[in-house]
């Protein structure tokens, strides 16, 4: 009993050392003695033998008794006063002193593995997700013949799922003013005449040829990049863009009968999907400091006051226009007439429910096509284009049991080694710069 009083005794000094050197008024002593006389009543009869015994008044004195009989106001002792002052007086800086500091936000993406952030990753997911729509859209259109009635359902499902997606709070709605909508509109068109275009040449030329052509894609991005931007791509990767091109040639190698009006189609079709990579990178990269050269006659395009859009973003906002514009294509072109007529006719709970599954397809490539194409750049995603026509090409050889010639063969091996090189070159110089940006 002597011991633990004393040691709360002594506590109690050490922690009113600060008030026990100054002398109490009398209003102090009035408030405390009011303040503890009513807990004091329900001390037993040692405390109230205790209170009768004449003990100088000191300092303090009251406070350690009451602290000794009421264990349960002990913890009043751990402030600066012994009782709370009124609001009116508390010290707000003082408190805020003693405050923790707030706990840092945490962002999702330090949650997230790391290889989601890699290239590999989002190229891995490009091919699957592209290789599974091409061959799934081969078997649909064998019995739904109807291709811009296709994309648009495509676009349906892209607006579909960016809509759910912004109702889920996964990104924040695109802001536009007039003039960044006009350019949003202007690359939907770009968007859907590539399609347009490439559906016209198909039906003028063989797919090897078509095939082919299109394999010439990386050098009309090489050669656009080079107007727009004022930069030259470097010598290892224009070396490691030939064997990709030579490559796709001999993997497509038969009938390459065409027709003038089809090889131009063909040829304007591979120009409008470069400039459409292109133009993908450049909504959702943000606009450089760097004043862009004027020696370049189009350059003045990236010069035009342009969105800088999220991913998901770019496809909720993309998506209704794109569908609006193949609707309006399958009418003129007398498409949607005979959709119409195989609705009533011919459609079943199965096929509806085919389409479907393609529109969910269409969609996750969309949202990989874009994440990919902003991590890898537009070149890069003109080099996986062409790799992704090679495994194509053997994918159905393995599902239809098909034959390959050498020539074949030869194409199938020199695409894959070009789009590796290429790959390679990518990234030393990725290295390069980052490594330089450091030492800066």
């Not at 009451?66 to 002792?77: A, D, F, G, K």
């Not at 063969?409 to 110089?429: C, D, N, P």
């Amino acid at each position: 009993m002597h011991r633990s009083s004393l040691h709360s005794h002594n506590d109690v000094d050490d922690l009113f050392s600060s008030n026990a050197s100054q002398a109490p008024t009398k209003s102090n002593l009035v408030v405390n003695g009011a303040h503890f006389q009513s807990q004091g009543r329900r001390g037993n009869e040692r405390d109230q033998k205790e209170n009768e015994i004449p003990k100088p008044r000191l300092a303090g004195t009251s406070i350690r008794r009451t602290q000794q009989r009421h264990p349960r106001l002990s913890t009043r002792m751990y402030h600066r006063e012994p009782f709370p002052q009124p609001p009116s007086m508390v010290d707000l800086s003082d408190i805020s002193a003693e405050l923790p500091p707030p706990r840092a936000s945490v962002s999702s993406s330090a949650d997230r593995p790391s290889y989601l952030s890699t290239q590999a990753f989002w190229l891995a997911l490009y091919f699957c997700f592209n290789l599974g729509l091409t061959l799934y859209n081969k078997g649909v259109l064998l019995r739904f013949p109807y291709p811009y009635t296709l994309t648009a359902i495509h676009a349906l499902f892209g607006t579909l799922g960016g809509t759910l997606l912004l109702h889920n709070g996964t990104f924040l709605p695109a802001k536009l003013d007039p003039q960044e909508t006009v350019v949003i509109v202007a690359f939907s068109v770009l968007y859907s005449v590539n399609i347009v275009v490439s559906n016209l040449s198909l039906q003028l030329v063989t797919i090897p040829f078509h095939q082919v052509i299109r394999a010439a894609t990386p050098i009309f991005t090489i050669l656009f990049s080079a107007l727009l931007y004022g930069r030259k791509s470097s010598y290892a990767k224009r070396i490691s863009l030939i064997p990709v091109v030579i490559g796709v040639g001999f993997a497509t190698y038969g009938d390459y009968y065409c027709t003038l009006w089809g090889f131009i189609l063909t040829l304007l079709g591979t120009l409008l999907a470069a400039l459409k990579t292109i133009f993908t990178n450049v909504l959702q990269t943000p606009p450089s400091r760097d004043p862009i050269p004027s020696q370049n006659p189009l350059s003045i395009i990236l010069s035009i006051r342009r969105p800088h859009l999220h991913t998901l973003a770019l496809l909720h906002v993309l998506s209704p226009l794109a569908f609006i514009q193949c609707v309006v294509l399958a009418y003129f072109t007398g498409e949607l007439s005979n959709v119409q007529h195989y609705a009533s006719k011919e459609m079943t709970f199965s096929k509806a429910c085919a389409l479907a599954l393609n529109g969910c397809i269409a969609l996750g490539l969309n949202i990989v096509s874009f994440t990919a194409n902003r991590k890898v750049g537009a070149l890069g995603m003109t080099v996986a284009a062409n790799v992704k026509q090679v495994l194509t090409v053997l994918s159905a050889v393995l599902m239809f049991d098909l034959t390959i010639s050498t020539a074949n063969g030869i194409g199938i091996a020199l695409t894959l080694i070009g789009g590796a090189w290429y790959a390679q070159v990518e990234f030393m110089e990725r290295k390069r710069r980052t490594t330089g940006q450091r030492k800066m």
